[in-house]
Structures are given as structure tokens and as C-alpha cells.
Nanobody
Framework: QVQLVESGGRLVQAGGSLRLSCVAS????????MGWFRQAPGKERQFVSA????????GYADSVKGRFTISRDNAKNMVYLQMNNLKPEDTAVYYC????????????????????WGQGTQVTVSS
């Protein structure tokens, strides 16, 4: 089975930057789109960003456009989320996930479209 492990979450001051990483097991990482989601206490898990298998298609939630950047390195089985100009409302547990569709070109935002999830990494932004 596929295993995903996120890292990089920590306490950071508002306006600061943070880079999250996700490493995936297996030999077919490069065949699938990857996404980042976040969930604050008492709230639903929400879409943050996603990137297609070859990096040609990228999508962002409106709340993070212009501040966050998603990227991937298929040779290393890694996906990243660079977060700049962080705000207190960005505080959440961040999860990476794999899109279940093989070689899907268009990114999707629904959690039901993803079949494997990491354990999450906590990001806390202080004011």
C-alpha cells in the first residue's frame, strides 16, 4: 500500500514562511496527482492545493492564492507546499493525499477523489 508522511509543520509568527514536505512510498508516485488539505479543530477538512502527475496542472484554494506554492519532485517521491505570508487563519493540521486516478491531468478538490492520506502535520500561526 501507499504510505504518505508529512513534515515541516511548526509554530510560526504571522507574516512568516514555512515549507511542508510529503514523502510517498512505492514506485508509481509519478503517475498520480497529489493534493494538500487542511483541517482546523471543529471544522471540515478543506482543499488547499493540488498538482497533476506531471506538474502541468496546478490548483489553489482562493484563500491561499498568491501566498502558497505547490511543487513536486517525482525522482524523490516528494511533494511540497511553500507557504508565505502566513496568517493566523492558516492554523490547521495539514495533510497530503494521493489522487486515486491514474495520470489524471485536471486536479480535483473533493476529499473523496483521494485514496491515500498522510497522518498530518500541525501548523500554528501566532499573531
Amino acid at each position: 500500500q501507499v504510505q504518505l508522511v508529512e513534515s515541516g509543520g511548526r509554530l510560526v509568527q504571522a507574516g512568516g514562511s514555512l515549507r511542508l514536505s510529503c514523502v510517498a512510498s512505492g514506485r508509481t508516485f509519478g503517475n498520480f496527482a497529489m493534493g494538500w488539505f487542511r483541517q482546523a479543530p471543529g471544522k471540515e477538512r478543506q482543499f488547499v492545493s493540488a498538482i497533476s502527475w506531471n506538474g502541468a496542472s496546478i490548483g489553489y484554494a482562493d484563500s491561499v492564492k498568491g501566498r502558497f506554492t505547490i511543487s513536486r519532485d517525482n525522482a524523490k517521491n516528494m511533494v511540497y507546499l511553500q507557504m508565505n505570508n502566513l496568517k493566523p487563519e492558516d492554523t490547521a493540521v495539514y495533510y497530503c493525499a494521493r489522487d486515486y486516478a491514474y495520470l489524471r491531468n485536471r486536479v480535483v478538490i473533493a476529499t473523496t477523489e483521494y485514496d491515500y492520506w498522510g497522518q498530518g502535520t500541525q501548523v500554528t500561526v501566532s499573531s
